[in-house]
């Protein structure tokens, strides 16, 4: 297939693009490199797939509507899986406009794209941010998310409304993935897993919000990029069972579908850095803080929905992934 991929040089991105090669597939990778964080990492994870046949690396920002409409009519993809976004729950609080611009008016211009060339199925990325305010564990997609406490949140259930109107309105059948606290080798410098490893090894304390009591469904790439291809090669129909009058959250008479991608296993966070801190043989410095505005303190995802369809199944324990993300720091970063 032709796959367009947004986001290419993104942590999740450079990773499904060299799966996808791998297999057969032709990309267009599109990505602005913006600064939000270490622009060499992303120019390392694009360095993987430049200098193959297949991929097409465009350096485009989502925003620009004329641009995107010159990417759509010029490759005409087959389908289009958008990870560009702007990342961070804790950076929407400091600067909400950066994702009006990128999480809204970016992923109306993909749809826009999507809609006037025939796009076969768009799957986009949602996040577990969703949830919000909800307590019930698991978090099923079947679930009321009405509540987010953070723009960030707020953007990406938008993106799922805004995913539904074009299913409903244009027949484009779109699939949308709430992603579970993702990590591994090749991750996001903002994340915890990245921040400790970095600020261990320097012998500097680690901030730990929630006093250490936060739970999260971590959850490693290789896992993720399973099931983002198992998705993406399933396109999705209309539920004839649909009903207005009980309606179902994660599908609709339209051809629309949402799920929950996550490791179905929910880790405490001082678990986790003591994991953390065994791969390194380094002990950790904590700075127990309270919980950050905008944060949940726990998440735990429902995948059933996921393995029923496409019969997505996570195989790798915390313990292993933490080890494999420490020991991809040490050699690229050489310490």
């Given at each position: 297939?032709?796959?367009l991929i947004t986001?290419?040089a993104g942590?999740?991105?450079?990773?499904?693009?060299?799966?996808?090669?791998?297999?057969?597939?032709?990309?267009i990778?599109?990505?602005?490199?913006?600064?939000?964080?270490?622009?060499?990492?992303?120019?390392?994870?694009?360095a993987?797939?430049?200098?193959?046949p297949?991929?097409?690396?465009?350096?485009?920002?989502?925003?620009?509507?004329?641009?995107?409409?010159?990417v759509?009519?010029?490759?005409?993809?087959?389908?289009?899986?958008?990870l560009?976004?702007?990342?961070?729950?804790?950076?929407?609080?400091?600067n909400?406009?950066?994702y009006?611009?990128?999480?809204?008016?970016?992923?109306?211009?993909?749809?826009?794209?999507?809609?006037?060339?025939g796009?076969?199925h768009?799957?986009?990325?949602?996040?577990?941010?969703?949830?919000g305010a909800?307590?019930?564990?698991?978090f099923s997609?079947?679930?009321?998310?009405?509540?987010?406490?953070?723009?960030?949140?707020?953007?990406?259930?938008?993106?799922?409304?805004?995913?539904h109107?074009?299913?409903?309105?244009y027949?484009?059948?779109t699939?949308?993935?709430?992603?579970?606290?993702?990590?591994?080798?090749?991750?996001?410098?903002?994340?915890?897993?990245?921040k400790?490893?970095r600020?261990?090894i320097a012998?500097?304390?680690?901030?730990?919000?929630?006093?250490?009591?936060?739970?999260?469904?971590f959850?490693y790439?290789d896992?993720?990029?399973?099931?983002?291809?198992?998705?993406?090669?399933?396109?999705?129909?209309?539920?004839?069972?649909?009903s207005?009058e009980?309606p179902?959250?994660?599908?609709?008479?339209?051809?629309?579908r949402?799920?929950?991608?996550?490791?179905?296993?929910?880790?405490?966070?001082?678990?986790?850095?003591?994991?953390?801190?065994?791969?390194?043989?380094l002990?950790?410095?904590?700075?127990?803080?309270?919980?950050?505005?905008?944060?949940?303190?726990?998440?735990?995802?429902?995948?059933?929905e996921?393995?029923?369809?496409?019969?997505?199944?996570?195989?790798?324990?915390?313990?292993?992934?933490?080890?494999?993300?420490v020991?991809?720091?040490?050699?690229?970063?050489?310490?």
């Open positions: 297939m032709k796959v986001g290419s942590f999740i991105g450079s990773n499904l693009a060299l799966r996808l090669l791998e297999r057969g597939d032709q990309v990778g599109v990505d602005n490199l913006n600064d939000y964080y270490d622009v060499a990492l992303k120019e390392a994870r694009l993987r797939t430049l200098d193959h297949a991929y097409t690396d465009l350096r485009i920002d989502i925003e620009d509507s004329a641009l995107m409409r010159e759509f009519a010029t490759h005409r993809p087959e389908r289009v899986v958008n560009a976004a702007q990342a961070g729950v804790r950076y929407s609080i400091e909400p406009m950066a009006v611009a990128t999480n809204l008016v970016g992923f109306a211009n993909v749809l826009e794209g999507c809609r006037h060339t796009v076969e768009l799957v986009y990325a949602s996040s577990s941010s969703v949830y909800n307590t019930k564990m698991p997609v079947r679930h009321n998310v009405d509540h987010p406490v953070s723009l960030y949140a707020a953007s990406k259930k938008a993106n799922e409304l805004m995913a109107t074009y299913s409903h309105l027949g484009l059948p699939t949308g993935l709430r992603f579970f606290t993702v990590y591994g080798p090749w991750g996001r410098p903002d994340m915890a897993l990245f400790f490893t600020a261990i012998g500097e304390p680690i901030d730990v919000f929630n006093y250490g009591k936060h739970r999260r469904d959850t790439i896992d993720i990029v399973e099931g983002v291809i198992r998705v993406l090669d399933r396109v999705p129909q209309g539920n004839p069972e649909w207005g009980a179902d959250a994660a599908s609709s008479r339209a051809p629309f949402l799920y929950n991608i996550g490791n179905n296993n929910p880790v405490e966070l001082m678990e986790y850095i003591a994991l953390l801190e065994q791969s390194l043989g002990k950790a410095e904590l700075n127990l803080l309270p919980l950050q505005p905008g944060d949940v303190p726990d998440t735990y995802a429902d995948v059933s996921l393995v029923r369809d496409t019969g997505y199944h996570p195989n790798t324990s915390v313990a292993d992934g933490v080890a494999r993300f020991a991809w720091y040490r050699d690229f970063y050489q310490v």
